[in-house]
């Protein structure tokens, strides 16, 4: 099966600075990689995906990119903000035509300090 | 903005007792997942359904858990006997049922087995 690895457990940047989470997963078979976010004690939730026919996708301030070659995959979050304090996953799945079955990586905890 | 909904919010039991956990996917979702969430283990997918059907199950202890979904707009998880190792966070999760869709997740049920 699938099996996602990701780095850093734990990530501590400045207002404002870059943060950058970095994946890589074992299945070349995988081509849909989603990241959430995920508030203390909240749900997860989508900040952005990245599919296996692009290799980079930005939504403002969030960017992901893909290399299939190497698997592996990373978000890119810039001029951080206090707000975007919270553990992030990322998560492989592949083609299967039954639906998305996601295997997570382990979490990064992301605090944004003043 | 439709939204996931799980029933109870928080659970607390004793060693032994049933568990009965609820989740109502978004209207018009045909997949339904269920993920439980612990600190030594993260995210992990116990069971999904497509059209109520399962199509997975492989992440879930058959001994203790069921799943099912008696109908489109509820589907459940239970434990039976609970023990104090599944304490945990169950999340239900539905997507639209295509692949590489996103999941949009429910609050969770916390579980506290004494």
């Known amino acids: 099966g699938e099996n996602v690895e990701q780095h850093p457990s734990t990530l501590s940047v400045q207002e404002g600075d870059s943060a950058v989470i970095k994946c890589t997963y074992s299945?070349?078979?995988?081509?849909?990689f989603p990241w959430y976010k995920q508030e203390l004690g909240k749900r997860p939730q989508l900040i952005i995906d990245?599919?296996?026919?692009?290799g980079e996708k930005k939504d403002q301030r969030i960017a992901v990119t893909l290399n299939k070659t190497a698997k592996h995959f990373s978000l890119h979050i810039t001029e951080t903000q206090p707000e975007d304090s919270a553990v992030y996953f990322c998560?492989?799945?592949?083609?299967?035509?039954?639906?998305?079955?996601?295997?997570f990586g382990t979490g990064t905890q992301l605090k944004v300090e003043l | 903005d439709a939204r996931v909904t799980q029933t109870p919010r928080h659970k607390v039991t004793e060693m032994g007792q049933e568990v009965t956990m609820r989740c109502q996917p978004i209207?018009?979702?045909?997949?339904v997942f269920w993920y439980r969430q612990t600190m030594m283990q993260g995210l992990e997918l116990l069971a999904y359904?497509?059209?109520?059907?399962?199509?997975?199950d492989s992440g879930m202890p058959k001994d203790r858990f069921s799943a099912e979904m008696p109908d489109a707009t509820l589907a459940t998880l239970k434990i039976q006997p609970s023990e104090p190792r599944d304490s945990a966070v169950y999340f239900c999760?539905?997507?639209?049922?295509?692949?590489?869709?996103?999941?949009?997740f429910g609050p969770g049920t916390r579980l506290l087995v004494l």
């Open positions: 990245i599919r296996s026919n692009v």
């Open positions: 299945d070349s078979a995988s081509n849909y």
């Open positions: 999760a539905s997507a639209m049922g295509t692949e590489q869709e996103t999941q949009y």
């Open positions: 209207l018009g979702h045909n997949t």
């Open positions: 359904f497509r059209n109520r059907a399962p199509l997975d």
């Open positions: 998560a492989a799945s592949p083609f299967t035509g039954g639906g998305n079955k996601l295997t």
